[in-house]
């Protein structure tokens, strides 16, 4: 004979679940709050001479003098069309770095994701202008857009996903794979540097990037998938550079998320460098929780964690692209 608890409990159905109170889920903002910056950590100096992660002798790069004026700008497409190889987070830390010494940087979200917006703090979805207002309506200008980030000399061309319906608009364009290239005309004379953040793909937003850039800046997972990929998009700026851009160069290949202790990534660096040689940088970025948590923050590394590693890297591939 059953009792009323056991009608409830074991032996029947369920007991109700409690509902949830509060906000309704439709509403629930997906997002982390920034705990505080980590202690400062040394990390282990290297100066020219001694081996580095690539196998190399560390060549000497001195630190680059100041600049008596800003601009004309060079402009750097930071590109590989496999996603997660650490372009966001190299455009970020690098243009971070590079106003460490003095130069002023733009930052062009040139990917619909949003995620160079995301890492600097910036809501993308709350932007009321961003790039694609810019591509798309002639009252808009480029300065109405730009936004100053939390690092000084430092600014934003932000975007969201407004932007992947420029690449079905643009398609009847004329001159379309100058899109960019017009649209940044305006504002080069007042930086040294405009990194351009590009999505993970090879459509008409990438080639706008390699048409308006000087060189292009290859973040390159130390993986096997990621090193088979990297033949395409070399086709594709040579391509760029036949047809639509003769300026353009490769500036580097930057070793990303190395982890010197498996041998898979020791050997995947080791042929790198042996098909592109000098090409590839001495910096190499290793894998680190700093990353994340700087994307959280919305600060590079040079100023969240600035005596990490992974600052000192970006330090160093600063010099090295100034250096080119």
């Known amino acids: 004979m059953s009792t009323p608890e056991h009608a409830g409990g074991m032996w029947g159905n369920p007991p109700p679940r409690p509902q949830p109170t509060g906000v309704p889920r439709a509403s629930v903002e997906l997002s982390l709050a920034p705990h505080a910056a980590p202690q400062d950590e040394d990390a282990t100096e290297q100066v020219a001479g001694d081996i580095g992660p690539t196998g190399r002798p560390l060549r000497y790069t001195p630190d680059p003098p100041l600049v008596a004026r800003h601009g004309p700008a060079k402009i750097l497409a930071v590109c590989n069309q496999k996603g997660g190889v650490g372009k966001t987070t ?8 590079l106003c460490e010494y003095g130069r002023r940087v733009l930052l062009v979200d040139f990917d619909p994701q949003g995620a160079l917006s995301v890492g600097l703090g910036v809501h993308p979805h709350q932007l009321d202008q961003t790039i694609y207002n810019v591509i798309m309506e002639r009252d808009v200008g480029v300065g109405d857009v730009i936004m100053q980030t ?80 990297v033949a395409l998009l070399i086709d594709t700026i040579e391509k760029v550079r036949e047809r639509l851009n003769p300026k353009l160069e490769i500036t580097g290949i930057l070793a990303t998320m190395y982890d010197p202790r498996t041998l898979h990534s020791r050997e995947v660096m080791a042929r790198v460098v042996e098909a592109f040689g000098d090409v590839v940088f001495d910096t190499v970025i290793n894998r680190t929780v700093r990353f994340p948590e700087t994307t959280v923050a919305g600060e590079p590394i040079t100023r969240w964690a600035p005596r990490s590693a992974g600052a000192k890297a970006y330090r160093a591939l600063a010099r090295e692209v100034i250096a080119r």
């Not at 190299?90 to 770095?97: M, V």
């Not at 290859?218 to 993986?223: A, D, H, K, V």
């Open 150 to 229: 939390s690092v000084e000399d430092m600014d934003l061309l932000p975007s969201n996903i407004d932007l992947s319906a420029a690449e079905i608009q643009l398609v009847s364009e004329v001159g379309r794979e100058h899109t960019l290239v017009r649209t940044l005309r305006p504002v080069i004379d007042q930086y040294d540097y405009v990194l351009v953040d590009c999505q993970p793909s090879l459509g008409l937003l990438t080639v706008n990037a390699l048409a308006a850039a000087d060189g292009v800046l290859i973040p390159l997972e130390c993986e096997f998938f990621s090193l088979r990929g």
């Open 90 to 97: 190299s455009t970020i830390n690098l243009g971070a770095a």
